[in-house]
């Protein structure tokens, strides 16, 4: 059985779905004002991974990860770029599309974009404002009600007493409570508007959340998953809208990944140590970057460095090098066979794909001692569970970004080494190992022919 750790509970619970062989989980995305970062790309990958085994698990997945494409980071970036909020928005949903494809990530169900749904969400701040859990204010500004939703807080395990202990600063005059957060913003001159009972404005950034997931998976649905950075208070206030207005809970499983750090620090674009996807995939391939993010436990913290990056890549070349030098059969999994099993039990126990990363290393000495194509082929189903080790296995390795000769140039010289040995000039085949080293080619003598690689 499926064992998550539940964030609303703090705690590691056995996962039963709402109803038996189907899961419905909704993932907050990402907001369109610029390219995605490797902490972006940590959520991507972890809950491409959850859907896929959940999927190899017997399950159907309904999955729905949204798209914030209108925000007040949005609204600046297209002012100072001089183009309009669509312009901005499309550019940057094609690019995170194209940094998901070349992580592995499959598309989710639905992608929903916050301005398609602006309806709902004036019904759904509606009905809180009926419900005496929410109220316009003198600024034409709709804010949430804290104080009148009993058990806010329960999520982040925070008291509203300490909350608001840090709330004291600044507090909004317009706003009964200082924990009360805003639903819907009055229209400010030069800023995209709709219609709405309390004047033209647009959402607050909570509310999208609770209004997309509503109409694609019903008030009360299996998962809900994020970043870490999001518990508190975007989950935490999702909660307080979607259960104030329907009065049912809200999702049953609460799943957060960990922060990427670098330096010890979280990585983020306010303290400007992040790096995006495109700039790590300019030196690393989208597999190699997977991998690195699958062999940390997803909730743990997961330290980004060049070096951890490179350590990947070799350890992802070990991996297709043992597929390469024994073809692997197409298999069905046998999840009774024993490595598969190991491979199991350890996803099983809350996702432990450091262990079950692990397992693939195992099998793959295996497959070298034993030269078995049925184990081989075990490897690659058992990969592909977690989105690697798909690719034609001389293509991976022979991949050649960066790289100062092409393939033609380098079967020329793998040819002129070739005629050296043959006329015993072991001298100058000794220099083209050496010149093909140096371009970063690394040549493997196997009998009958030469195979190279990428170092």
Not at 174 to 191: M, Q, T
Request: net charge negative; with cysteine; glycine share 8%.
């Amino acid at each position: 059985m499926l064992i998550l750790h539940n964030s609303l509970g703090r705690e590691k619970q056995p996962f039963h779905p709402l109803v038996a062989g189907q899961v419905r989980m909704y993932v907050c995305g990402v907001t369109v004002y610029d390219y995605c970062h490797v902490g972006h790309a940590r959520v991507l990958v972890v809950f491409d991974m959850l859907v896929r085994w959940l999927l190899a698990s017997g399950y159907s997945v309904e999955y729905v990860r949204n798209i914030t494409d209108i925000d007040d980071k949005i609204i600046k970036r297209a002012a100072l770029n001089g183009e309009t909020i669509a312009e901005l928005t499309e550019r940057f949903i094609t690019a995170l599309h194209e940094d998901a494809e070349r992580l592995g990530v499959l598309a989710p169900t639905h992608e929903p974009r916050a301005t398609h749904f602006v309806p709902a969400m004036v019904d759904l701040i509606g009905r809180l404002v009926e419900r005496g859990l929410a109220y316009p204010a003198a600024n034409g500004d709709v804010y949430y009600s804290v104080h009148a939703f009993p058990g806010y807080g329960r999520l982040s395990g925070k008291a509203l007493d300490e909350l608001r202990a840090g709330e004291r600063v600044g507090i909004d005059p317009y706003k009964r409570d200082a924990l009360d957060f805003v639903l819907w913003k009055a229209a400010r001159p030069d800023e995209p508007g709709w219609e709405s009972p309390w004047g033209m404005g647009r959402p607050g950034w909570h509310i999208e959340c609770s209004a997309m997931s509503e109409h694609y998976l019903s008030p009360h649905f299996d998962i809900h998953g994020g970043g870490q950075d999001l518990l508190f208070p975007h989950h935490e206030n999702e909660i307080a809208q979607s259960e104030g207005a329907h009065g049912c809970t809200l999702a049953n499983y609460w799943v957060h990944n960990g922060f990427v750090r670098v330096d010890d620090e979280k990585m983020s674009k306010s303290l400007g140590n992040f790096f995006t996807i495109r700039e790590v995939l300019e030196r690393f391939d989208g597999e190699t970057l997977r991998l690195f993010i699958l062999r940390a436990h997803y909730r743990s913290p997961l330290n980004y460095a060049d070096g951890h990056l490179e350590d990947a890549r070799q350890s992802l070349n070990r991996l297709y090098t043992a597929l390469r030098d024994v073809p692997p059969e197409t298999i069905e999994l046998d999840w009774d066979e024993p490595w598969a099993a190991r491979f199991r039990q350890a996803m099983d126990d809350d996702l432990n794909t450091s262990l079950a990363v692990s397992v693939l290393f195992e099998l793959a000495a295996e497959v070298n001692k034993s030269r078995s194509s049925q184990r081989a082929g075990l490897l690659r189903a058992l990969g592909g569970v977690l989105g690697l080790l798909q690719s034609d296995p001389v293509q991976h390795l022979q991949q050649l970004g960066g790289c100062a000769l092409d393939a033609a140039q380098i079967d020329a010289l793998i040819a002129a080494r070739a005629l050296a040995r043959k006329n015993r000039d072991f001298a100058e085949a000794d220099r083209v190992r050496a010149e093909l080293m140096q371009a970063g080619i690394v040549l493997e003598d196997q009998p009958g022919a030469t195979l190279w690689r990428r170092a």
